[in-house]
Structures are given as C-alpha cells and as structure tokens.
C-alpha cells in the first residue's frame, strides 16, 4: 500500500496530530483526555502557540485490538494526513505500518506503551518509531531486587497475552536474567489469553490457578495484565485461598500505577500485595493545576469514574508525548531548512508532567525511580523507593544523599509490610503443594542416649512426642531454610543399620541420629 502526499505541512486547519487510543480502557480514557488537554494547554500558551500556528488533533479508537490501531494509523496518515502518530503502538505494529505505507518513515510514531522492550528480541528501531516509556529491563530489575531482598531462590510469573503484535516472551526473557543476578530463577511460567478473547474468563483464570495451587512454589509476579484481568485473578485467587499466610504477590507497573481507580472490592482482595510505580512529582504546581483539571473533566466525560478520577502516569506521558510533538512542530516551522519533525522530537528537553523528556535511542533516555507500594486496608502505603543507581530508599530525597551501593544494588531497607493473611513475617516463598508428600524423618525410638533423641508418648494429647538435643538442633537448621521445609518424624523400633537399609529402598526417609 502505498500513499502519495503533498509536502507534509499544515493545512488551513493547522498541523495535525493523530492519536490511536482504547476507549474501553481505563488507560485509553485517560490518555484521550491527556491529550486534549496538552492540545488545548499549547493554544493556550502565549509563548508557544500564535494565530497563525493551531494544533487539529485527530482520536480513532483501537477497540484494544492491533488490526484495528494499525487500520487506524493507516487511516490517520491516509485521510487526515497527520503529521505525528501517538498511541499504545508496539514497535511490530509501527513496522507493519511503516511497510503498508512508504510515508510513515518521514512521520514521527510515538508509542505510550507502559514499557519499552528493546533490541535484541526485537528488530532494530526504526528512527521514526519513538517510546514515551522507560526500558522494560529496568522494571525487570526492579522486581528482581524485591525478590533478591527478601532470598526467594524461584517465582512464577503471570502474564496476559498481549492483544498487540509484540513479543510477550520478551517479558520472560528480561525477568529470567534480571532474576539471575539475585540467585533466583522463574520456575514456571503461564501466558493467558487476552480476557476479551475468553468466553468465560473467570473459569479459566481459576483452572489455571488451581494448577498453580497444587505446586510448591508460593512467589507470583503478575508481569503484564489489564486492569480487568488483574481484577478477576486476584479476585478468584481469594476465592481459593491463594491470598492468605504464606503467598507472595508482586504486580508491576501497568496494575500499580492504576490502583488509584479501582474500587474497593479490588483493594479488598488485593491485600498484602506488593507493587512497583513509576514515581512522578506530584508536588509541582504544573501538576496540581493540571490535576484539578484532568479530575473535573474526566468526572464530566466519564460520570461512572467519579469516585477515582485521579490522572495516572500514563495520562501524563500522553500529555508529555503531544506536548513534545507541539513543541517540534512549532521549531520545524520556524526553520529555513527543516531537520524534520522526528530529530526534533528526539532533541525534546523539557520537563514534563510524568518527569524530564529526553530522548536516547528512541526512548526515555532518565532512569525511572519506583515507589514500592503494599496494598492493606482500604488503599495502599509506600514502603519504601527503589532506582537502579541507589537501590532501596526510604524517602525519594534520600536517593540523592546515598553514596553506598551493596552488590547488585540493593541498598536501604524496606519497611516492615503486611503479606497476605495480614501476616508481618516474611514468607519464605515455599510450601507444601497438594499432592506432595512431607519429608520422612527416621528418629531412633529405642536409642541409648535419649538426651540426644528421645521418643516418648504424651497420654494428655494422645500423641507420641519426639525431644531431644539433636531435634532442637535440627528444627533451629529448619527454621534457618529460606523455604519452608514440611517434613514429619517418624519413629524407627528397629536397628540402626535396618533404618539406613530403608533410606537406601528410596522409602523418602532421612535418619537422624543420636
């Protein structure tokens, strides 16, 4: 396909912006307001807009489907000519885009992706595609350090399978060698599909948690998850008594960054839960005047969100993205002999509402810093920040102060936090799962020094009791296990030698000695 243009300039009706976005989403709700509000801001702005120079933003919905955003980005550059491309755009989606039109090379595709997967999983990047996100290594880092903190040796992680052209196993790949670093690795994995291409969701969330249930492993990373997904697993998770003592969850960025807007039921079954993000300065004029703003409007568009109508990071980096493209089409047309539109976007250097946009290899060159947060009770608290160069924190100033790094970079501590079950003490990220036989301990019931082993029946309890030094020894070497060890101890009437004779028969028997 191709399309044959005229010189790429305004029109009578000012230059041109196109945004594909999901109005069925929370985050495409929010970043189609973002948007029109960076439009407006810009006519708005002595010292940037003139009669003369008007931004026309044009907004088609993807209905969260990649046929459909790259139809409607093909659309966009076709019949409304527009000059810059800004959505949730994988750098597969810009790359077929870019081959069904020989135009889209010389037109700017920012993408407001919640993250950036880089080279080499993917093809190289094409200079015109531009991510408005950081790299999806660091998140990956970031996730590995909580895990590196607290010593669980293997996760499972948890993914809904992208409804985007892009490489999910990317996710996978970036977790395995962050986790690497931590001596921990990811056990298992499980994709599901999209919870729009499922005709009974919830039932199979369930199937596939029950499969996760009968394991051993207790540490879930939820990696990459619609609002609505996390929504039912967590729910159905409850249900199944996957959120109480002894169960880990972590979620990244793309749910913790929106659990501002989701209702208490959500919260009510997300307790104990553990999230990254990404940390933006809520303190500055610029943003509490845009807040108020976003919140009035957002309330009026969308009366069913009145009760969480607070702006996300991703309304904000939709804000930064038009506002960079306004930015450089204003300088493109001031100049003689244009650089063209895509190098002056990548020359943005400015501060934004989502932080400092600038630009080093086609994506957010600063270094995001994440606030841990722990969901309980009606909301969530911050425990503690994390970055790549200063590790843990406990205050966000406090990152400037550290000198110190320890390792892999772990450094700080973070607060105590309340784990599912309300539990304070830090699971050891393992238990018994169904089906699994505990460990057989072979104590010698007749030894001769019963101060080291001594088995004895307690008629009060009706049980037989089994003491000792060497017991003590070993439950204090158990409890040192950074894993939870379930084992039984069962008493041997006979010899010695016969007791290492069924060790050896496999009868999954250790002998313990006195």
Same mark, same amino acid.
């Given at each position: ?31 189609? !307001? ?56 994988? !750098? ?48 990956? +880092? ?6 590196? +903190? ?20 990317? !996710?996978?790949? +970036? ?66 008594g996957m959120m109480g003592k002894g169960y880990v969850w972590i979620v990244s960025d793309d749910i ?19 999230? !990254? ?63 063209? %539109?895509?190098? +002056? ?21 600063? %270094? ?147």
């Amino acid at each position: 396909m191709t399309n044959k243009r005229d010189d790429g300039g305004p029109t009578s009706q000012g230059h041109r912006i196109g945004g594909v976005i999901d109005r069925s989403s929370r985050v495409g709700k929010e970043q189609k !307001l973002a948007m029109e509000m960076a439009v407006h801001d810009f006519h708005d702005d002595d010292q940037m807009s003139t009669s003369s120079y008007k931004l026309v933003l044009h907004l088609v919905d993807s209905y969260g489907n990649s046929a459909q955003a790259l139809s409607a980005a093909i659309d966009l550059i076709d019949r409304k000519e527009a000059e810059a491309i800004v959505g949730p755009l994988s !750098l597969h989606e810009a790359s077929v885009v870019c081959e069904l039109n020989n135009v889209t090379k010389d037109i700017p595709i920012i993408s407001i992706a919640p993250t950036a997967i880089s080279p080499p999983l993917l093809p190289p990047q094409p200079p015109f595609f531009i991510q408005m996100s950081n790299d999806v290594a660091t998140h990956m +880092h970031c996730i590995a350090a909580i895990v590196g +903190h607290f010593g669980w040796r293997k996760v499972t992680a948890i993914y809904e399978q992208s409804t985007r052209l892009s490489t999910d196993s990317g !996710l996978i790949i +970036h977790l395995s060698d962050s986790l690497r670093a931590v001596d921990s690795v990811v056990e298992r994995h499980i994709g599901i599909p999209p919870i729009s291409s499922l005709t009974n969701p919830r039932l199979f969330i369930e199937e596939e948690l029950k499969k996760l249930r009968s394991k051993s492993n207790r540490v879930f990373i939820l990696i990459q998850s619609s609002l609505d997904f996390a929504a039912i697993l967590f729910e159905k998770a409850k249900q199944m008594g996957m959120m109480g003592k002894g169960y880990v969850w972590i979620v990244s960025d793309d749910i913790a960054s929106l659990l501002d807007s989701v209702g208490p039921s959500v919260i009510s079954n997300m307790q104990g839960v553990i999230g !990254l993000k990404t940390n933006f300065i809520d303190t500055t004029e610029s943003y509490r005047q845009f807040r108020i703003r976003f919140r009035r409007n957002f309330t009026s568009e969308h009366p069913e969100e009145e009760e969480h109508p607070d702006p996300s990071i991703f309304a904000l980096r939709a804000y930064d993205a038009t506002w960079a493209i306004a930015k450089a089409m204003q300088i493109s047309q001031r100049e003689r002999k244009p650089k063209g %539109l895509v190098n +002056h976007i990548l020359s943005s250097d400015f501060e934004g509402l989502s932080g400092r946009i600038r630009f080093n290899k086609g994506r957010l060159s600063e %270094l995001p810093t994440f606030r841990i947060i722990n969901v309980i009770g009606k909301s969530y608290r911050e425990v503690a920040f994390w970055s790549l160069v200063f590790g843990f924190s406990e205050d966000f100033i406090k990152q400037d102060e550290m000198k110190k790094r320890i390792g892999n970079g772990l450094v700080g501590d973070l607060d105590s936090i309340y784990w599912p079950g309300r539990e304070r003490t830090v699971p050891k990220g393992w238990s018994l799962g169904e089906g699994e036989t505990r460990l057989k301990i072979g104590v010698p019931a007749r030894g001769a020094f019963t101060q080291f082993v001594n088995v004895w029946y307690d008629p009060s309890r009706n049980k037989t009791k089994v003491t000792g030094f060497s017991i003590e020894v070993f439950k204090a070497a158990v409890k040192r296990l950074r894993y939870d060890l379930s084992y039984v101890f069962v008493p041997w009437n006979g010899s010695y030698d016969e007791m290492v004779a069924e060790v050896h028969k496999k009868a999954q028997m250790v002998q313990m000695f006195d």
